[in-house]
């Protein structure tokens, strides 16, 4: 009689288990698309985006609330960065 360890058995589940909230976390850590609709300021993993009706704005210089704020290509909000803005000439 062969004896089976329980252990064996759930080792595969645990693997597709962690496989599964691993890329469940990955997908909630990229700024993607929001619900349809959805603007503002977004942060997601640790970097901060804007929204524009439910998709990241990207390589664009935006005001808010009478502030002006430059998204990177990657849609991150730009730090400690010089741009010049042609509206202002500054």
Avoid: N
């Avoid at 976390?25 to 959805?38: D, E, I, V, Y």
């Amino acid at each position: 009689m062969t004896r089976i360890r329980i252990s064996h058995l759930l080792r595969p589940v645990l693997v597709v288990v962690c496989a599964v909230v691993t890329f469940a976390a990955c997908l909630a850590m990229t700024p993607g698309s929001q619900a349809a609709g959805t603007s503002g300021w977004q942060s997601v993993g640790g970097e901060t985006y804007w929204y524009r009706d439910g998709q990241p704005v990207c390589s664009e210089l935006i005001a808010v609330d009478g502030e002006k704020y430059w998204l990177e290509s990657d849609c991150t909000l730009a730090r400690s960065k010089e741009i010049y803005d042609p509206a202002s000439d500054a």
